[in-house]
């Protein structure tokens, strides 16, 4: 049974980083694609880093380009975001997700069949 679990989230002034953690069980997290979605309130869920299967090729939506960047570790079977100069509009529920089909990364969440329960991040001074 393929389970993700995230955890990392919390309140962060403007500027600042933090680094989430994705801990999957029931699958070897270096033969799925991986990826990191938020969803702010109100608002549609949004991809922003992807991690392409076997060779661990990245991709990053432009609002996250150049901030975040997509990570794991085969030997703990984890994945990271970590996360820089966080903005106010950064605040959204964080989640991880896998897929063992997904060839080329995508932002789309229809792609991805695993999900984690998510994480609260909050941008605020």
């Known amino acids: 049974q393929v389970q993700l679990v995230e955890s990392g989230g919390g309140l962060v002034q403007p500027g600042g980083s933090l680094r989430l953690s994705c801990a999957g069980s029931?699958?070897?997290?270096?033969?799925?694609?991986i990826a990191w979605f938020r969803q702010a309130p109100g608002k549609e869920r949004e991809g922003g880093s992807c991690?392409?299967?076997?060779?661990?090729?990245?991709s990053y939506a432009d609002s996250v380009k150049g901030r975040f960047t997509i990570s794991s570790d085969v030997a703990r079977n984890t994945a990271y975001l970590q996360m820089n100069f966080l903005n106010s509009e950064d605040t959204a529920v964080y989640y991880c997700?896998?897929?063992?089909?997904?060839?080329?990364?995508?932002?789309?969440?229809?792609?991805?069949?695993?999900w984690g329960k998510g994480t609260q991040v909050t941008v605020s001074s």
């Open positions: 991690m392409r299967r076997g060779d661990g090729r990245t």
């Open positions: 029931g699958f070897t997290l270096d033969n799925y694609a």
């Open positions: 997700a896998a897929d063992r089909w997904v060839r080329a990364c995508t932002h789309r969440p229809g792609a991805f069949e695993y």
